[in-house]
C-alpha cells in the first residue's frame, strides 16, 4: 500500500489544469534599467494546489521555442503518433515602444497561448518543460507574505476575483 502511495504522489502524476494570465506590472529591469512588465499568471494544479506566478513575455517566447523544438524532435524520432504544433506567438519586435498598451495586448496574447497550449493535448499539460515554467520560483509571490505586499509605486493592474497576488 505505501508504494501505491508513492507513485500516487510522483510527478508523472502531476499535470496543470488550468492557467489564467490576469494581469501585469511594471518594473525596471536589472539586466538595462529599461521599463519591462511582468505578467501574472494563475496556475491550477492536478492536485489541488493553486499558486500565482509572474513571467515576462521573453520567458514565454522561450517556453515556446524551447517546446516547438522538443516536439519537433519527438516527431522526427517517431517518438509521437501525431505532430503537435505548439500555439505561435507574435515576438518581440524592436520598433515597437514598449508601454501599458502593447502590455494590455500582449496580456490577453499570453493567456490565450496558455490556453490553447493546455487544451491541445493532454499531454504538453504534463510535459516537464510546461510543469517546469509554471512551477513556483523563489522570487514569485507568495499569497499573504508579508514581503509581497503593494505599494503605491508597485501594484497589479488587474486582480481576479478568485485570489489576490501581488507581483512586486
Same mark, same amino acid.
Not at 524592436?94 to 499531454?123: G, M, T, V
Not at 476575483?161 to 507581483?167: D, S, T
Given at each position: 500500500?505505501? @508504494?501505491?502511495?508513492?507513485?500516487?504522489?510522483?510527478?508523472?502524476?502531476?499535470?496543470?489544469?488550468?492557467?489564467?494570465?490576469?494581469?501585469?506590472?511594471?518594473?525596471? @529591469?536589472?539586466?538595462?534599467? !529599461?521599463?519591462? +512588465?511582468?505578467?501574472?499568471?494563475?496556475?491550477?494544479?492536478?492536485?489541488?494546489?493553486?499558486?500565482?506566478? !509572474?513571467?515576462?513575455?521573453?520567458?514565454?517566447?522561450?517556453?515556446? =521555442?524551447?517546446?516547438?523544438?522538443?516536439?519537433?524532435?519527438?516527431?522526427?524520432?517517431?517518438?509521437?503518433?501525431?505532430?503537435?504544433?505548439?500555439?505561435?506567438?507574435?515576438?518581440?519586435?524592436? +520598433?515597437?515602444?514598449?508601454?501599458?498598451?502593447?502590455? #494590455?495586448?500582449? #496580456? #490577453? #496574447?499570453?493567456?490565450?497561448?496558455?490556453?490553447?497550449?493546455?487544451?491541445?493535448?493532454?499531454?504538453?499539460? =504534463?510535459?516537464?518543460?510546461?510543469?517546469?515554467?509554471?512551477?513556483?520560483?523563489? @522570487?514569485?509571490?507568495?499569497?499573504?507574505?508579508?514581503?509581497?505586499?503593494? @505599494?503605491?509605486?508597485? +501594484?497589479?493592474?488587474?486582480?481576479?476575483?478568485?485570489?489576490?497576488?501581488?507581483?512586486?
Amino acid at each position: 500500500m505505501a @508504494s501505491r502511495i508513492l507513485d500516487s504522489m510522483t510527478c508523472q502524476n502531476i499535470h496543470i489544469d488550468n492557467v489564467k494570465v490576469n494581469g501585469f506590472a511594471e518594473r525596471k @529591469s536589472n539586466f538595462n534599467g !529599461k521599463l519591462d +512588465y511582468v505578467f501574472a499568471v494563475e496556475v491550477q494544479w492536478s492536485d489541488g494546489r493553486m499558486c500565482c506566478v !509572474k513571467r515576462t513575455y521573453a520567458e514565454f517566447i522561450t517556453l515556446c =521555442e524551447n517546446l516547438t523544438k522538443v516536439l519537433k524532435c519527438a516527431n522526427e524520432n517517431g517518438l509521437t503518433n501525431r505532430h503537435l504544433a505548439i500555439p505561435r506567438l507574435k515576438g518581440c519586435k524592436w +520598433y515597437i515602444k514598449y508601454d501599458r498598451c502593447l502590455a #494590455e495586448s500582449r #496580456e #490577453e #496574447e499570453l493567456h490565450n497561448f496558455a490556453q490553447n497550449l493546455l487544451r491541445q493535448n493532454p499531454s504538453v499539460s =504534463e510535459h516537464p518543460a510546461v510543469l517546469d515554467f509554471f512551477e513556483q520560483r523563489p @522570487s514569485d509571490p507568495v499569497p499573504g507574505h508579508p514581503r509581497h505586499h503593494i @505599494s503605491p509605486h508597485h +501594484y497589479l493592474y488587474q486582480v481576479s476575483n478568485h485570489f489576490e497576488c501581488c507581483l512586486l
